[in-house]
């Protein structure tokens, strides 16, 4: 079965700097993954994904995320953050067709 | 214009009642699924139904039964509601076949 790991609970971070969230995955057969943005008192909203092809993948708000695979990770970055960017990060990873799961979540907390 | 619309937003109950959560899903897809989100922001899937039929029955107490009308529409029963089950309660949907979930903005379920 797959699993993930965010390594970080919580990401403060002042405004414009850069970020990275973590994220390590387990499975043993080819996955999928995904990184989800909740907004407070809101649903998950899909920031990018990767399927296949480049490692490199950008998403929306100006996000992207890097596939490694013999590293097994899918780190998130974003070279300048706002305010706004404050929320929950989720990441995710599915196997083929079986469930998505998803990570214990990231914090990030962007102050002036 | 909502893809994926949960009713109602907030539910706040006595322990003990019954109640009901509805979902539906206007994007075509055809696999739905039901997500708890736990105090600590943690996400499990519960259930998950495709094309009307139950493919994903994590372990639930069986208080918890889904229904599937038809392949737009999944909603979750709770019987004899418990402090425990407070919690927010996602719906979402997708093609089987294509990787990526569409969430609804989730049911504050507060048991009291």
């Known amino acids: 079965a797959q699993s993930v790991t965010q390594l970080d609970s919580q990401v403060p971070v002042f405004e414009e700097a850069p970020v990275e969230l973590r994220c390590n995955y387990s499975?043993?057969?080819?996955?999928?993954l995904f990184w989800y943005v909740q907004y407070p008192n809101q649903g998950l909203q899909l920031l990018l994904k990767?399927?296949?092809?480049?490692?490199l993948v950008k998403g929306i708000n100006g996000f992207e995320a890097e596939f490694n695979k013999s590293q097994t990770s899918f780190h998130l970055r974003k070279p300048s953050v706002h305010i706004s960017d404050t929320a929950e990060y989720f990441c995710?990873?599915?196997?083929?067709?079986?469930?998505?799961?998803f990570g214990t979540g990231t914090r990030l907390l962007v102050s002036p | 214009d909502t893809a994926v619309s949960q009713t109602p937003k907030y539910l706040v109950t006595q322990m003990g009642n019954d109640k009901s959560i509805k979902c539906e899903q206007n994007?075509?897809?055809?696999?739905m699924y039901w997500y708890k989100q736990d105090s600590k922001k943690f996400l499990k899937i519960m259930f998950s139904?495709?094309?009307?039929?139950?493919?994903i029955n994590e372990t639930v107490p069986n208080r918890f039964s889904p229904k599937s009308p038809d392949k737009a529409h999944l909603n979750l029963h709770i019987n004899s509601l418990e402090l425990g089950d407070s919690a927010v309660y996602f719906c979402?949907?997708?093609?089987?076949?294509?990787?990526?979930?569409?969430f609804g903005s989730g049911t504050r379920l507060t048991v009291v």
């Open positions: 979402a949907s997708s093609i089987q076949r294509y990787y990526g979930y569409t």
């Open positions: 499975s043993s057969v080819s996955v999928y």
């Open positions: 990767y399927l296949s092809g480049s490692t």
């Open positions: 995710a990873v599915r196997a083929g067709f079986q469930k998505l799961v």
């Open positions: 994007l075509g897809h055809d696999t």
């Open positions: 139904y495709n094309n009307k039929e139950l493919i």
